[in-house]
């Protein structure tokens, strides 16, 4: 069970490029999320999805897109990459049913995206 | 107004010692779970206790407890017996049970340092 799993680990893009930061889950959890954290800050949610299909927009999405084709895979987008896009990525996974909400967040280990 | 607040940016202890960290939250959905993470260094975001709005008792793990008091919006984490290896940014996070999305509330974190 490897849990979340996030490549690449490190990143360095010019301004301009873009690239997609892969996340995949074997737990079969519905909720699907994208956060950065910027250094010394807190997590911001770019973006969400609750199932196969279904993607929302959480805090900060600009610049960004996310799709959501199976359970597993929540992969994000980074379209024409801006220096302020430099921080740290966090893919996190739950399970949600109903009124319930006792099932934490798992995260993976993050990429780290410096644009420079 | 902000859903999860952490008013300690920074906090010390001495190794062996307890600490209090704090965490107050607003929501007004009746059903909801209160989370929190510790992020060491390395990066990692690592779950360690769950309280439920319903909860009649004070959630434990370990050395960690979860000071709940519900009339208040509060729920401070306590470390007992501090270690040097508890030494990390601490995130305090909301899950509200019935509001669309389902999203995740993190606050801004405290630094705790342990001292040996």
């Known amino acids: 069970n490897a849990g979340v799993t996030q490549t690449p680990k490190f990143r360095i893009l010019k301004i301009g490029q873009s690239m997609t930061l892969q996340c995949a889950q074997d737990?079969?959890?519905?909720?699907m999320y994208w956060y950065r954290q910027d250094p010394g800050m807190g997590l911001k949610l770019i973006y969400y999805?609750?199932?196969?299909?279904?993607?929302d927009k959480g805090e900060v999405p600009n610049g960004y897109n996310v799709s959501r084709s199976t359970t597993e895979d929540f992969p994000l987008r980074l379209e024409l990459a801006a220096p302020s896009q430099t921080s740290v990525y966090f893919c996190?996974?739950?399970?949600?049913?109903?009124?319930?909400?006792?099932?934490?967040?798992?995260f993976g280990n993050g990429t780290r995206l410096t644009v420079t | 107004a902000q859903k999860i607040t952490q008013t300690q940016p920074g906090m010390f202890v001495q190794e062996k010692e307890a600490v209090t960290l704090d965490c107050t939250y607003d929501t007004s959905d009746p059903s909801y779970g209160l989370f929190w993470y510790k992020q060491p260094s390395s990066g990692e975001m690592i779950f360690l206790i769950y309280q439920g709005s319903y909860d009649q008792q004070n959630a434990t793990e370990g050395r960690y407890s979860l000071n709940f008091q519900k009339a208040r919006k509060s729920a401070n984490l306590v470390i007992s017996a501090s270690q040097l290896g508890d030494s990390a940014m601490y995130f305090c996070a909301m899950r509200e049970g019935y509001q669309a999305g389902n999203q995740f509330y993190f606050g801004t974190g405290t630094s705790l340092t342990v001292i040996p």
């Open positions: 996190a996974s739950s399970y949600f049913l109903g009124g319930q909400n006792n099932s934490p967040l798992h």
């Open positions: 737990m079969n959890h519905n909720y």
């Open positions: 999805s609750v199932g196969a299909g279904i993607t």
